[in-house]
């Protein structure tokens, strides 16, 4: 099977299981067993029952974001609610590149206002976003970013949502990977406190991407602009989370101790994996305060080709060059996974230095 094949399915790739997959993000400690048995445990009727109202699944997600049911929305993963978003704004969006193509396929070239990152390491500041908001109403800040990992504190954007609150702009905040950004709490901006304040911003965020249970297809949307957040129910329906993702909701509080102990190793990971694919001649990582590090190659091979190669040896990476300007080079981007298989990736980069 070739690469195209295996991607444009995205997803499904536990039917290829001698792949290990770099390709798409995943919480490797995370959940644990004891959470997972629980879910088994109740596999018949998760299988076989209604699951209950958006309503109820509001309420559950609280417990575990701290949030009030007001001020949230369970969502059947983030997509679902990236799809929306043109249709519960007004004006232009402006986004800076590259970035998570979702947002940019959802919304539409008419409407969304595309500001290039110049820096060749894709490193940018505030000051960008400032920058951008002169040109649209509403920002668009993935935080951190992905691909390249880079992120803007909680300070900045506190000051930036006063500055936007005064022009009357939105900031459209999504946090699927603060979970793995260093003093991650004071990085989030996904707290009551933030969201009762600013009405002009709504975060979203991944369940499945850093909770480590993206087959289960979960995020959440919190706001506390009323009219914003009763325009986003009115595009789900009554049921669009299943079973299995509320039981999960349900469960997930009593594990919040060792989600947030799976992230730490993430974080101790993620810097033991970029300090040896430093090592690596032929490729550059990037600094990343996410769970993958962006990487561009330097002498030897295209992304495509070094793609092509890994493949063989049974490793799946993201060739990230496609959303680039050539002038800048070529780019992958890798997943941070367990030590075992960071170490066997590794081993084989070595090898073809």
């Avoid at 959303?323 to 080079?329: A, P, V």
Wanted: with cysteine; aromatic share 10%; net charge positive.
């Amino acid at each position: 099977m070739n690469i195209k094949e295996i991607t444009n399915r995205f997803g499904g790739l536990w039917r290829n299981s001698n792949i290990i997959d770099y390709f798409f993000l995943v919480n490797p400690y995370f959940p644990n067993n004891l959470l997972l048995q629980k879910l088994k445990k109740n596999f018949s009727n998760l299988v076989t029952q209604y699951p209950s109202s958006l309503k109820y699944q509001n309420k559950l997600a609280t417990k575990i974001f701290k949030i009030n049911q007001n001020n949230l929305v369970v969502c059947n993963g983030v997509s679902e609610i990236i799809k929306i978003l043109p249709n519960i704004f007004d004006g232009k969006f402006g986004i800076l590149i590259p970035t998570f193509n979702e947002y940019i396929n959802a919304i539409g070239l008419n409407r969304i206002i595309l500001n290039e990152i110049e820096d060749e390491s894709f490193r940018y500041s505030i000051k960008e976003l400032y920058d951008l908001s002169k040109k649209c109403k509403n920002i668009i800040l993935i935080n951190p970013d992905n691909p390249s990992g880079n992120i803007i504190s909680q300070k900045e954007l506190i000051k930036f949502l006063n500055y936007l609150k005064k022009k009357n702009k939105n900031l459209i905040i999504d946090e699927s990977f603060i979970d793995f950004s260093e003093r991650n709490h004071l990085n989030k901006m996904l707290s009551q406190k933030v969201i009762t304040k600013y009405k002009n911003l709504l975060i979203i965020k991944s369940i499945g991407k850093s909770f480590g249970v993206a087959g289960i297809r979960l995020g959440i949307a919190s706001t506390s602009n009323k009219k914003l957040l009763s325009k986003i129910k009115s595009y789900l329906p009554i049921w669009n989370i299943n079973s299995f993702g509320e039981t999960f909701l349900e469960i997930m509080p009593k594990y919040l101790l060792d989600f947030n102990k799976a992230c730490k190793k993430i974080i101790i990971e993620r810097d033991i994996f970029y300090k040896e694919l430093k090592n690596i001649n032929f490729i550059k990582p990037l600094p990343s305060q996410s769970n993958y590090i962006m990487c561009k190659i330097l002498k030897k091979f295209t992304s495509k080709i070094l793609t092509k190669k890994l493949l063989k040896r049974g490793y799946l990476i993201k060739n990230i060059s496609e959303k680039i300007d050539k002038k800048k080079g070529e780019y992958i981007r890798l997943t941070v996974r367990n030590r075992t298989d960071n170490k066997g990736l590794i081993n084989i980069l070595k090898e073809l230095q």
